[in-house]
């Protein structure tokens, strides 16, 4: 059976031809034997992920990162070698200079411009602001704000939660460097076997991107243990814009069964209601939007939707440019995220003002201002 006759046509052919065309992968299939080329090539244009045990058993001698990623999906070791921007290995070079990868990288930098703002927003009392870094893996996402801001170490106090202790290691190394080691803890559990301590702010980032839509309500959900009422949970998702911009190393991903669960941008703004969160606003790794960061608070009142509830009445809080990732990129964007526009302002005015009881088991809905019931069409997942 030819490609165009099992459902890919010419034009998918040649756009998938093209993608291996670009740069890095020239340079990255210039490392391969040339069966081994050959089978990536043609697995990755048929569209398919089979017969590829000769292209995982090459990145598996000749990247560190894929000997990280297949001995334990869920390490954030692999990470740091998109963060430290080093490799020891010539494919490697490929991870650094993918977009997928250096979007991860972007995505910390977005993380850094935009949780100082969270913090300054302190309780009014004598108390230390306690951020609680859910399957923090080395704890970077705090570690570079407090490195930068100096006036913020003696009022903050950081525990990063993570299984993996080989990533906890190299944490406490940075913290010592840094002189962040009275500011930052590291407690090597499992992130609901952490004693919870109401924290101001709940960091869960890249933990989501692997899980199903349907799962992740309630992982959200059990986190409400971990934050005060009024607190502030920041969670990230990886964008279908990911897959759309970079396929070629989302076929290397699952050649290495290193599986993301995509998300739109509705989809992922619409988990805070669903898990009974407000929502207060949404950044992104500008320019590119291939990871959306949620920032939502802790009620006192639950109001709890299911996913596509969620979406429908969440969905209209949304300015337009950030309705979808491809609409987005019509704006003007800017690389540099220090200059993106401030989570809070994008959604000025678009607090839920009406309470509706649904009437089973006590749930509520909630709607944006001046949006009912049945105003807004729903997505089916």
Not at 5 to 22: K, T, V, Y
Not at 222 to 250: H, K, Q
Not at 260 to 265: D, R, S
Not at 337 to 362: I, K, M, N, T, W
């Amino acid at each position: 059976m030819s490609k165009v006759e099992s459902g890919m046509s010419f034009a998918d052919i040649a756009e998938r031809q093209a993608e291996l065309d670009s740069a890095p992968v020239q340079a990255l299939l210039s490392l391969m034997p040339p069966d081994v080329r050959r089978c990536f090539c043609s697995q990755f244009i048929g569209g398919w992920i089979a017969e590829t045990e000769s292209v995982r058993d090459w990145f598996a001698g000749n990247s560190e990162l894929a000997r990280l990623v297949l001995g334990n999906p869920g390490s954030a070791l692999a990470f740091e070698i998109l963060y430290e921007r080093t490799t020891r290995e010539p494919a490697d070079r490929y991870f650094l200079e993918c977009r997928a990868g250096y979007r991860v990288f972007r995505r910390l930098w977005a993380l850094h411009s935009h949780l100082p703002e969270l913090i300054t927003e302190s309780p009014q009392d004598e108390r230390a602001f306690l951020v609680d870094n859910m399957g923090s893996g080395p704890g970077r996402d705090m570690m570079g704000v407090l490195a930068e801001h100096k006036g913020l170490r003696e009022r903050t106090d950081v525990r990063c939660i993570d299984t993996d202790p080989a990533a906890l290691d190299i944490g406490r190394r940075m913290a010592a460097e840094l002189g962040l080691s009275r500011c930052v803890s590291f407690d090597p559990v499992s992130m609901f076997a952490a004693k919870p301590r109401s924290a101001d702010v709940v960091l869960l980032i890249g933990i989501l991107c692997p899980i199903p839509l349907r799962a992740c309500p309630q992982i959200l959900r059990r986190l409400r243990t971990y934050c005060r009422p009024g607190g502030t949970l920041v969670f990230s998702t990886a964008l279908t814009s990911m897959v759309e911009g970079d396929p070629v190393s989302d076929f290397i991903m699952r050649i290495l069964e290193w599986h993301m669960n995509y998300k739109t941008v509705d989809e992922s703004v619409g988990l805070a209601a669903s898990a009974g969160w407000k929502l207060k606003g949404v950044f992104f790794d500008e320019p590119l939007r291939y990871h959306c960061m949620v920032v939502a608070q802790r009620q006192d009142r639950v109001a709890q939707l299911s996913p596509r509830g969620a979406r429908r009445h969440t969905a209209a809080m949304l300015p337009p440019s950030l309705q979808s990732p491809k609409d987005s990129l019509g704006c003007e964007p800017t690389d540099d995220p220090r200059r993106q526009q401030p989570f809070e302002a994008a959604f000025a005015g678009a607090d839920s003002v009406l309470e509706h009881d649904a009437g089973d088991g006590g749930l509520l809905e909630v709607y944006p201002r001046g949006i009912g019931a049945g105003d807004q069409p729903g997505r089916e997942i």
